[in-house]
């Protein structure tokens, strides 16, 4: 278990990865476009860097308070970033990221993916919002 702690600085109570986990899984049940989504992004990761385009005003996304309010925040992911939390299933992509040196654990619904590209081919997979 990861020893990054979540402060709910509302209610000023810790909040546990498995807990954002848990509570992302109780949000929404993938569909078929989430599943499309995990699919582009696995294959694209598979050959190099990836960014993701989210909106990160979207619920049970789990960002930096400054990029809360960003409606197409890109983040980058590749296994050679050697992230040891770093994991992707039918909800999204979990794990913790560098914001400017600061550690913070993110989280990525399907839901909020606007756009998957890879930096290695330069391939590019665009959804409309909801």
């Known amino acids: 278990m990861s020893n990054v702690i979540h402060v709910d ?3 000023k109570t810790r909040i546990q990865k498995d807990q954002i ?3 992302q899984t109780m949000q929404s049940q993938p569909n078929s476009v989430s599943a499309n989504k995990r699919r ?6 598979e ?9 990160a005003t979207s619920q049970g996304v789990c960002v930096p308070e400054k990029h809360k309010h960003d409606p197409a925040l890109i983040l980058n992911f590749s296994n050679c970033f050697g ?4 994991v992707h299933d039918a909800f999204g992509v979990y794990c913790t990221l560098s914001y400017g040196g600061v550690q913070f654990y ?8 606007t756009a998957i590209a890879s930096h290695a081919t330069h391939e590019a997979v665009y ?3 909801k």
């Open 9 to 11: 600085f509302v209610s």
């Open 21 to 23: 986990n848990q509570n």
């Open 40 to 45: 582009v992004f696995e294959d694209l990761l």
């Open 47 to 55: 050959k190099g860097m990836v960014a993701v385009v989210l909106d």
């Open 83 to 86: 992230i040891h939390d770093f």
């Open 106 to 113: 993110t989280v990525v619904p399907w839901d909020a993916v």
């Open 127 to 129: 959804w409309e919002r």
